[in-house]
T-cell receptor, first 114, second 111 residues
Framework: EAGVAQSPRYKIIEKRQSVAFWCNPI?????LYWYQQILGQGPKLLIQ????????DSQLPKDRFSAERLKGVDSTLKIQPAKLEDSAVYLC????????????FGPGTRLTVL | LAKTTQPISMDSYEGQEVNITCSHN???????ITWYQQFPSQGPRFIIQ???TKVTNEVASLFIPADRKSSTLSLPRVSLSDTAVYYC????????????FGAGTRLFVKA
């Protein structure tokens, strides 16, 4: 069974530039998560989708971050404009449902903002 | 805010049993306790999940007392490759059924 795919794996941009990350969850998984993980910290949930609807985006900085999950499958996370403090690993995960379900994580995208 | 508390770091030697305890005083009735493992430059990986008493799989055991306010992840006979960060999670009900990762426990296994 294929795992969660993410691209790119690495990205370096300058502050105020835009960047987008892509995630392809495990086939059939209804729930998709985007996390931000700053070095030395645990992952912080940015947004959670159930199919193509948003379940929780309370920690998403909506003035600069946006995410969508068209057709309830793939998802993109965008940052516009980027700030230095956005340097982190962005992890995508998927699970069959929501409550108490195991989450399967992708390898992440390491973003460096200069 | 994370709903769990666990030690920041632990050291062990190869071949020893390691027990990592997590406190979750406000766990809800229907919540499960889940542990994840994360190696550097990788996403977290599910280890084990339980609701009460004891759960065992090929990787670890999870001990949960009757009051469910804490849990202990037990790793038998650790090896160098078990060096990783271990996260304890319980379901969070604030604003939905999201789960929150804390800072985790950094386990360092020495030869």
């Amino acid at each position: 069974e294929a795992g969660v795919a993410q691209s790119p794996r690495y990205k370096i941009i300058e502050k105020r530039q835009s960047v987008a990350f892509w995630c392809n969850p495990i086939s059939g998984h209804a729930t998709l998560y985007w996390y931000q993980q700053i070095l030395g910290q645990g992952p912080k949930l940015l947004i959670q989708f159930q199919n193509n609807g948003v379940v929780d985006d309370s920690q998403l900085p909506k003035d600069r971050f946006s995410a969508e999950r068209l057709k309830g499958v793939d998802s993109t996370l965008k940052i516009q404009p980027a700030k230095l403090e956005d340097s982190a690993v962005y992890l995508c995960a998927s699970s069959p449902g929501t409550r108490n379900n195991e989450q399967f994580f992708g390898p992440g995208t390491r973003l460096t903002v200069l | 805010l994370a709903k769990t508390t666990q030690p920041i770091s632990m050291d062990s030697y190869e071949g020893q049993e390691v027990n990592i305890t997590c406190s979750h005083n406000n766990i809800a009735t229907n919540d499960y306790i889940t542990w994840y493992q994360q190696f550097p430059s990788q996403g977290p990986r599910f280890i084990i999940q339980g609701y009460k008493t004891k759960v065992t799989n090929e990787v670890a055991s999870l001990f949960i007392p009757a009051d469910r306010k804490s849990s202990t992840l037990s790793l038998p006979r650790v090896s160098l490759s078990d060096t990783a960060v271990y996260y304890c999670l319980v379901g969070d009900h604030t604003g939905g059924f999201k789960t929150i990762f804390g800072a985790g426990t950094r386990l360092f296994v020495k030869a």
